[in-house]
């Protein structure tokens, strides 16, 4: 039993297509995930709301995340696939990071991943085999000094080449408002 | 270009995530939350009573109610949450030169939500979900009280069942819901005094809750509500009995506190509507209620 449940925990998620997700920047540009993906050795997705006070808290872990893990060969793409009433504009980035953000029209890759929450998080390796999914951290809103720090965690373990130590842990953003 | 984009992200306005649903009900289980255990305090005063045609009439006598609660809440799936609340109720009452006091376990209640589509989901319907309670008759009814003034009666001395609908809607920092429910309450065999056994019957009881919101950035919560209780006439040993039918309408101000994720802080101050029409066959009064809850993520 315990055996059983310890390798589902290191289980890797089933692997979602990415061959015909196609997101769209503030400015028309496109980003095919099928070739950015084997790009860089890891493609971390990141849902994003802009309402989301889960996710605000969480720029700043984000992107000192990004920017320290850049350069060991890790992007990150954070996407929005909410509905926006009209006269609502998308953002275009992450207030304080810098992080562009990519339109997920109709939520064809929110539902392809079945992603339900603001600062759900995705982790592929540059086969496209999804290594990892679930939150950022432990914290919801309120951020501790000591969360564990599930996407941190999983990062390290792939970038040594081992399997993360969960595969997937809870995700405690707002529901995407994908309807 | 840079400047127009961190602006038009920064002026998001936050959603009402998470907490705008607890404003009335503190031991339920918002987004994310496995498990809830609480304390309610409520404290209320009967100033008078409705009479079966409606009328109010202030009272020159003393009831005063204080129940405590112990409730819990529990996620079973991703939509569905259970509960139960333990109420002890101490009642005091005076009438003439009688000062009763009593009070015991109330009547137990269970209940249980399904959601079907959360307030911020879609971008325009509302959050649904199907609501299902009951009550067990775990207190004392007035008819086996024992005091002069029932003072120890703590229940009302039958089961009852109920299901009900939620309808929700957050968007930006406001939340709205309306919920309906429709009871029935299984029939009771009575006896005052040793006299002779009454079967008495229950028509439905319907209940409308309307609560509005406002949702700070932090997910403290301040809102009004308006609750609104009928019950047709009761049948006693198989005749109708039009003067025993119930109303009450009941308005309120709540508010709501989390404290860091994972504590909340709720209160409400509140008052049955003295005015004709209103009420019927039911004390009216006012009271306030404070809880704490610790939730699980």
């Known amino acids: 039993m315990v055996l059983a449940l310890a390798l589902d925990v290191a289980a890797s998620p089933p692997s979602p297509s990415l061959s015909d997700i196609v997101l ?55 996407v929005d696939s909410e509905r926006h009433a009209p006269g609502e504009p998308p953002p275009a980035e992450v207030a304080e990071t810098g992080l562009p953000i990519w339109r997920d029209d109709g939520a064809r890759f929110a539902r392809r991943l079945e992603a339900r929450y603001a600062t759900e998080t995705f982790v592929f390796d540059a086969a496209g085999a999804l290594r990892y999914r679930g939150g950022i951290d432990s914290d919801r809103r309120t951020l501790t000094p000591a969360p564990r720090a599930y996407l941190r965690e999983a990062l ?24 | 270009m840079l400047a127009v984009c961190l602006a038009a992200e920064g002026r998001a306005r936050a959603q009402a995530c998470c907490a705008g649903g607890t404003v009335v009900t503190p031991a339920r289980l918002a987004l994310h939350e496995d498990l809830a255990l609480g304390v309610e305090v409520r404290a209320r005063s009967n100033v008078g009573s409705f009479d079966a045609s409606g009328r109010y009439a202030s009272s ?24 139960a609340v333990v109420p ?12 009763d006091w009593g009070g015991g376990v109330g009547d137990v209640a269970l209940n249980a939500r399904y959601d079907f589509l959360l307030a911020t989901e879609a971008l325009y319907w509302p959050g649904v979900a ?62 005052v005094g040793g006299g002779p056994a009454v079967n008495e019957s229950f028509s439905a009881r319907w209940t409308l809750l309307g609560v509005a919101s406002y949702v700070f950035d932090d997910e403290a919560a301040v809102g009004l509500y308006v609750s609104m209780l009928d019950e047709g006439p009761a049948t006693i040993d198989g005749a109708r009995d039009d003067s025993t039918s119930l109303r009450l309408t009941t308005l309120g101000a709540a508010g709501v506190l989390p404290i860091r994720d994972l504590w909340r802080v709720q209160g409400s101050a509140f008052l049955d509507v003295p005015i004709a029409s209103f009420g019927r066959n039911e004390p009216t009064g006012f009271g306030m209620t404070a809880s704490l809850v610790r939730v699980w993520l």
């Not at chain 2, 112990?70 to 996620?75: I, T």
Request: charged letters at 20%; hydrophobic letters at 45%.
């Open chain 2, 130 to 191: 199907l609501l299902a309670a009951s009550t067990l008759p775990t207190g004392t009814p007035p008819d086996r009280a024992s005091h002069p003034l029932a003072a120890d009666a703590t229940g009302a001395g039958t089961y009852d069942l109920t299901v009900g609908v939620s309808l929700e809607k957050a968007r930006g920092h406001l939340f709205a819901g309306v919920n309906g429910w429709l009871t029935h309450r299984f029939a009771r065999t009575i006896s």
């Open chain 2, 60 to 83: 020159d006598g003393v009831e005063q109610i204080l129940e405590q609660d112990v409730a819990g809440s529990v996620r079973v799936t991703r939509q569905a949450q259970v509960g």
């Open chain 1, 156 to 179: 390290a373990s792939l970038l040594e080449a081992k399997a993360p130590p969960l595969a997937s842990a809870k995700a405690l953003g707002c529901a995407l408002r994908t309807r």
């Open chain 1, 24 to 78: 769209r920047a503030h400015d028309g540009r496109t980003l095919a995930l099928a070739s950015l993906v084997p790009e860089r050795r890891l493609t971390v997705v990141v849902f994003f709301s802009a309402t989301c006070p889960c996710f605000a808290a969480h720029r700043s872990r984000l992107a000192a995340l990004a920017r320290e893990l850049e350069a060991r060969g890790v992007q990150f793409v954070i």
């Open chain 2, 88 to 99: 002890i109720v101490q009642t005091h009452r005076t009438a003439g030169t009688i000062d």
